[in-house]
Nanobody
């Protein structure tokens, strides 16, 4: 079992930045691939980014590539999502997720554990 707790969400103006954190507890953090997803009101859960175990491979959704950066600190059992040049369409609840697969990709069913989510609101 692993428990995930996100933090760092909030209200920001368009063009601004936020950094989300997801702290993990439980089994060895480095053995999990870690992903970020988001869900806007009335929409399904959308893939944002994933970092493989040890961070060797990283993938982003096209809508965030070049603006968002996923990173992980295995010593702190924490994964981060640095979000720059935020747009109103980035408004959503952001979730981190852990997978026992080395690189689970963009399919939410590939992840085994989820955090409770943190709200990000970008005003125009």
């Amino acid at each position: 079992q692993v428990q995930l707790v996100e933090s760092g969400g909030g209200l920001v103006q368009a063009g601004g930045s936020l950094r989300l954190s997801c702290a993990a507890s439980g089994r060895t953090f480095s053995s999990y691939a870690m992903g970020w997803f988001r869900q806007a009101p009335g929409k399904g859960r959308e893939f944002v980014a994933v970092s493989s175990t040890y961070g060797g491979r990283i993938n982003y959704a096209g809508s965030v590539e070049g603006r968002f950066t996923i990173s992980r600190d295995n010593a702190k059992s924490t994964v981060y999502l640095q979000m720059n040049s935020l747009k109103p369409e980035d408004t959503a609840v952001y979730y981190c997720a852990a997978s026992t697969s080395p690189l689970p990709g963009s399919w939410s069913a590939g992840y085994d554990y989820w955090g409770q989510g943190t709200q990000v609101t970008v005003s125009s």
